[in-house]
């Protein structure tokens, strides 16, 4: 894989889990009546929270690995399945847990300043996007394919940034119905992503598996026209 394709691939797994186009409602709801350099000031201070906090546990994943003993293949298989879980939620158009509580949004009513928590984190940066990072971290082969997916995390993080900025304009030229529109096409990315992680996880954690499923495909594959079949020894 060229360096361009991973940089692509991380930074789609990382958007459709961010997923910034989800958070347009709740940051509407805390600061929409608040004067534009306000809303603005607090967006970026959202988009910098994310940007922080996924460049943390980016730069201290291995050590977390360690730490607790947690092996990449476990880790894929765990992240994986809490990733498919929000993509259901997703493509439901429901709300998910990992974003937030309805306890933590009735509390960050009453916050000053919302850009940190709620909308920072969790909103933007949950544990969905962590383990997002974490299993990327994980796959990177040498230090090129390590710095892409910061590149990757100051991508999203500036995409969220410009789509916090225009939610005014995203939510009525969208409407409700658009917005689940996106954030459905979001959840299937996110449930295909993570599908994926499962699997890598599975093989990688049982390698015999792995080689039966190759042996099963290759088995499977129709032979080249005109080319002689071997006859089956019994």
Do not use: W
């Amino acid at each position: 894989m060229s360096l361009l394709s991973y940089t692509l691939v991380a930074f789609g797994s990382l958007f459709s889990v961010v997923d910034p186009f989800a958070a347009v409602p709740t940051f509407l709801a805390l600061v929409g009546t608040q004067p534009r350099p306000a809303q603005a000031r607090t967006a970026l201070r959202a988009s910098a929270t994310c940007f922080v906090v996924l460049t943390l546990f980016g730069l201290a994943g291995q050590v977390i690995f360690t730490f607790f003993g947690i092996t990449l293949p476990a880790f894929k298989i765990t992240g994986g399945i809490v990733l498919f879980g929000v993509g259901l939620e997703m493509m439901r158009a429901k709300h998910s847990g990992t974003r937030g509580t309805s306890e933590e949004a009735i509390e960050a009513e009453t916050r000053e300043d919302v850009g940190l928590i709620p909308l920072g984190l969790p909103l933007l940066s949950g544990p969905g996007a962590i383990a997002t990072v974490l299993v990327l971290v994980g796959k990177a082969r040498g230090l090129e394919q390590r710095a892409l997916i910061f590149v990757a995390i100051a991508a999203v993080s500036v995409a969220s940034l410009l789509t916090l900025r225009s939610a005014e304009l995203l939510a009525r030229a969208l409407g409700k119905t658009g917005m689940n529109i996106i954030g459905r096409v979001m959840g299937l990315i996110l449930a295909a992503v993570a599908m994926q992680f499962i699997i890598d996880g599975v093989h990688e954690a049982f390698p015999a598996i792995g080689a039966g499923v190759t042996m099963a495909m290759l088995k499977m594959q129709p032979t080249t026209a005109g080319a002689p079949t071997m006859p089956t020894v019994l």
